[in-house]
Nanobody
Framework: QVQVVESGGGLVQAGGSLTLSCTVS????????MGWFRQAPGKEREGVSC????????YYTDSVKGRFTISRDNRKNILYLQMNSLQSEDTAMYYC??????????????????WGQGTQVTVSS
């Protein structure tokens, strides 16, 4: 049984930092790219960042480049998203996702094979 479980969300002031974690089990992570999506109230779910598990290649949407860092622990099958310089626009539910490969976009919800349940990030201004 595939399980994708996020943790680490919370309330933070603008300019602050948070680290999200995602524990993955029941699938061979090398067969996927792992990533983070987010959905703000009233908006569509959007891809934020992803990582190729084997090579470690990373990808970021423009709005988070230079502020967010995605990483993974190969041994423990844990995905991380370090978020710095948080802004009110980053307020959203954040979802961990296993993204099909090859040939699928990191930023397209239709590319996702498995979703986590989400963790809320709220940035107060």
């Amino acid at each position: 049984q595939v399980q994708v479980v996020e943790s680490g969300g919370g309330l933070v002031q603008a300019g602050g930092s948070l680290t999200l974690s995602c524990t993955v089990s029941g699938l061979t992570v090398d067969e996927y790219r792992m990533g983070w999506f987010r959905q703000a109230p009233g908006k569509e779910r959007e891809g934020v960042s992803c990582i190729s598990w084997g090579s470690g290649s990373t990808y970021y949407t423009d709005s988070v480049k230079g502020r967010f860092t995605i990483s993974r622990d190969n041994r423990k099958n844990i995905l991380y998203l370090q978020m710095n310089s948080l802004q009110s626009e980053d307020t959203a539910m954040y979802y961990c996702a296993a993204i099909r490969r090859p040939g699928y976009s990191c930023y397209d919800v239709s590319s996702v094979a498995y979703w986590g349940q989400g963790t809320q990030v709220t940035v107060s201004s």
